[in-house]
C-alpha cells in the first residue's frame, strides 16, 4: 500500500470520525449527566444542518468562512432552544419512567424532527458548496487531502478540546461533572440539579445543532439525514464509553480507523467492519473503553 | 380468580371468543371493501402479528428489541427466494422461512442477551437489524435495492385438493387463516406455565432467578420463538406483496411493532393488534401528505408514553371500572 | 465431614481491589440452623451471595452434599435445593398471594424447562401443597390478597412460602426479622423453628438481634471484617473471648 493511499485512509477515517464525534459529543455528554440516550438527538443535528442551509440560502453565496462558522453557531443556538422547549415538555416528564419508555419516546420525537424536516424543507435532496477557501484540496505528492476534511478534523479537536477544558477546568464544567456521577449528594450539597440538567440538555442540543451547521457542506442534506447518523452516533458512545466525552473522541477515531482499514481488507460492504467492531466491543467491554462499569 | 390480580391464565376463554370474531369480520372484508383496501386489510392481519410477537417480548417477558424488521425481512426474502428462485411449494417454503427466523433469532439472542442491561440489547439488535439491511442492500442475488419482484401467488396442492391463491381475493382468506393460527399460537405460549414464568422474569428477574428460573434461557426462548413467529409473517408480505424490498428491514420497520404495541396497550393481549388495525388507518390517511405520518405517529407515540402508558385498552379498561384481568401483566 | 450438607472452604471475594471475604470456610448439618452475625460491612450478604450463586468467589469451594456447586449459576442452585429470602422480602407484587405460590410451583416443577408442564395443570395438582403453604406461613385467609399491598410482615411470610414450595433442603435467609416489632420477630422465630422441624430443612441466616439469634442458633459462625473469627455453638460462642472483644462486648447492641 502506497504512502498516498495510507494518507488518504487515515484522512478519510479522520475526518470520519471527527464528524461523528460532532454529533455524538452532545448525546454522550446528556447521557452521561441525565441517564437519558436521547435517539432524537440525530434529528435535532438533522435540522441544525437545514437551518444552516436555509440560513445560506438566505443570505445568498458566500465565500467567507466567518460565515459558515456562523451560521454554524446560529444553528446551535436555535437547535438549543429547540432543545428547551423538548426538555420543558418531554424530558422532565420521563423523569421516573422507565429505560424502554423513556428510549420510546424519544424515539418519537425522532419521528417528529424527521416530520417535520419534511413538511418544512420536502424531501428534495439539497447540497451546500463550502465557502471558497474550504473548497477544493491540497494535493502533498500524490496525496490529495480535501481541504473541507482538514476543515471537519479540526472543528472536531476543537470541540473536543473546549468541552475537555469546559467539563474538567470550569467551576460549571465540573458542576455538571459532579451532578452526572452523584445527583442525589449534589442535590444535597444544595445545588440546583434541574437548573444544571436544563443547562446540560441546551448544551448537548446546541452541540447538536452546531455539528448540523459545520457538517452541512459534507453531505448531501435529506431527512434521511438522522437515522445515518444516529446508529454511528451510538455505536461511537457505546465504544467510548458512555457518558464520557473523551471516550467519544478516542472511539470516534477507534472506529473510523477499523472501518476504512476493513473496507480496504473487504470492498463492498460498507459499514460491517464498524458493526462487528461495535458488537465485540460490547460483548466484551459493555461499559466501552472508558466508562465505568454499573 | 381476583380480577386484581394481574396475572394470565384466567380470561383465555374470551380471547380464543375475540378471536374467532374477529377471523370472522376478517372473513366479510373482500365482500364490503374494495381491491386497494383488502390489500391494506391483509397488512394489517399481518402487521397484527408482527406486533403481537413483539409484545411477547415486550408486555410479556420485559425485552425490548429495537430490531424485530431483521426477522420480519429474515421471512420475508426467505420465501421469495425459496419460491422464485428455488421452486419450493409455498407451504414448505413458508415453514422454512419461520424456522429461518427462528435459527437467526437463536443467534443474535445467545450474543445479545449476554449482557443483561436493558439498553445494550435494545442497541445490539438495532445495530443487528442494521446489519441485515446492510447485507441486504448490497447482495445482488436478493436484488440490492430493488429487491426481489415479481412473486407469485401461490398455488396449494393439499393431497388430491388444489386451491389457487392467486385467484381473486383466495390469498386474503388464507391470510386471516394463517394470521389467525398464529394468534392462537401466541395466546397458547402466554397461557402456559412458561408464559407466566416470563412474567415472573419481567416484574423481578432475580427472585425468578431464585426460584429456579433460568433466566437467560427463558429469555433466549422466547426471544427465538418471536423471532420465528415475525419472520412467518414477513413470509406472507412475499405473495402479497408480490415484491419484497430492502424496507422491510430498515429500522423504521422495527419500529411499527412498537408503535402498535404502545398505541394499542402493552399489558393486553390484544393491545398491538388494535394498534396495528389504527395505525394502518392513520397510515393511510396520511399517506398523501408528506412527512405527515412520521409527524403524526411521533407525536401519538410521545403522548401514549407520557399521558397513556396504557394505551387504548389501558384507557377503556379505566373507564370501564378498572378491572385489570384483562389480559397480560 | 460426610454429614455436611453444606460445606464452604477457603472462600475469597474482592470488590476491585477491596477484599470483602478472606478465607472464609464453614459448614452446615443436616437439620441445623446456622446463624451468621457480625458487624454491618463484616461482609454476611457478599457471603449469601458467593454461596447462593449470586456472585462467584474469586478463590474457594462451596459443595452441597458432596458436589462441586462453586460454579454454578444461582437458578442451578436452587434445582439443587437451596432456597433464598431477601433481606427486603421480594415477591411478585402485582400478582395475588395465590399466584406468586403457583408460580413457585411451577418453577418447582419446571426445573428451568421451559418446555416442561405444557398442558399441565400444575396448580391443580399440587393444591393440597398449596394449602399447606398458606397453612404453614399463616396467609390462608389473604390467598386473594394482592401481593404488593400486604403488610410487611404478611410480604415476608409470602416470601417464605414461596420459597418453600421450591423443597429446599437448605434455607438462606438475609436478615429475615429486619425491620420488625418485637411481637413479629418472636412469631417469626416460632414459624421459623416449626418449619425447620416440620420440613426438616437447614437454615442459614443472618441476624442482627441476638434474642433471634440465641433463639435460633444450633450453631453461630461470627464474620468480623471478612473473616471468620468464631465458629460453634451459642455457649461456646458466648464464652469466646475474641468474639466478646469484637462484638459481644456491648451486650446491650440490638439491632
Known sequence: MQAADIATLLVNSLTWAMATFLVAAGLTLVFGTLHILNFSHGGFFMIGAYAAFSLAQWVGTSNSIALYLFGSLAAGVLVAGLGLVVDRLVLRRLAGVEDAYILIATYALLLVCEGSTKLVWGLKYHSVMPPAMLDGAWVMGSAVVPRLSLFIIACGLTVFIALEVFLNRTKSGRLVKAIAADPWMAGLLGINVRRVYTATVALGFALAGLAGGLLVSNQALSPSLASAFVIYAFGVIIVGGMGSISGAFFGSILLGLIDAIGQWVLPGLPGLPFFIAMTLILLLRPQGLMGRKH | MDNRSSFLGGPARRDWIVLAVVMALGLLVPSVLNRGLIFIAGLVWINAVFGLSFNLLFGLSGVLSFGQAMFFAAGAYAAAVLTQSLGWPFLPAWIMAAVAGGLLAALVGAVALRRSEGVYFAILTLAFAELMHLLITNTGMLGRNDGLSGLARPVLSLGAARLDLGQGDNFYYFIVVACGAMIALIRFVIGTAFGRALQAVKQDPERAEFLGIPVRLHRLVIFTLAGMMTAAAGALVAPWAQIVTPELAHWSNSTNPILYTLLGGSAYFWGPALGAVLLSAVFYVTRTLVGVSDLVTGLLLLAVVLALPGGVLGLLARWTGGTRGKGKA | ?255
Open chain 3, 1 to 255: 465431614m460426610s454429614t455436611a450438607l453444606l460445606e464452604a472452604s477457603g472462600l475469597r471475594k474482592s470488590y476491585g481491589r477491596i477484599a470483602v471475604l478472606h478465607d472464609v470456610s464453614l459448614t452446615i448439618g443436616a437439620d441445623e440452623s446456622h446463624v451468621v452475625i457480625g458487624p454491618n460491612g463484616a461482609g454476611k450478604t457478599t457471603l449469601f451471595k458467593v454461596l447462593t450463586g449470586e456472585l462467584l468467589a474469586d478463590k474457594g469451594r462451596v459443595a452441597f452434599k458432596g458436589e462441586d456447586v462453586s460454579r454454578l449459576p444461582a437458578h442451578k442452585r436452587v434445582h439443587r435445593g437451596f432456597g433464598r429470602t431477601f433481606q427486603v422480602a421480594r415477591v411478585f407484587g402485582k400478582l395475588d398471594v395465590q399466584d406468586n405460590l403457583r408460580l413457585a410451583l411451577e418453577a418447582r416443577t419446571r426445573r428451568g424447562n421451559p418446555l416442561a408442564s405444557i398442558g399441565r395443570n400444575v396448580a391443580g395438582e399440587l393444591a393440597e401443597r398449596m394449602e399447606k403453604l398458606l397453612v404453614d406461613t399463616g396467609l390462608e385467609r389473604q390467598r386473594h390478597a394482592l401481593s404488593g399491598a400486604l403488610a410487611y410482615g404478611d410480604r415476608k411470610r409470602l416470601e417464605l412460602a414461596m420459597v418453600l414450595a421450591l423443597e429446599p433442603a437448605v434455607l438462606f435467609l438475609d436478615e429475615p426479622t429486619a425491620g420488625m416489632s418485637a411481637a413479629e420477630r418472636q412469631a417469626t422465630v416460632q414459624m421459623l423453628l416449626r418449619v425447620k422441624q416440620q420440613r426438616r430443612v437447614s437454615m442459614l441466616l443472618t441476624e442482627h438481634d441476638m434474642d433471634v439469634v440465641f433463639g435460633l442458633a444450633d450453631r453461630i459462625s461470627v464474620l468480623h471484617y471478612g473473616k471468620l473469627i468464631a465458629s460453634g455453638t451459642p455457649a461456646e460462642i458466648r464464652a469466646d473471648a475474641r468474639v466478646k472483644e469484637v462484638y459481644l462486648g456491648d451486650e446491650d447492641s440490638h439491632a
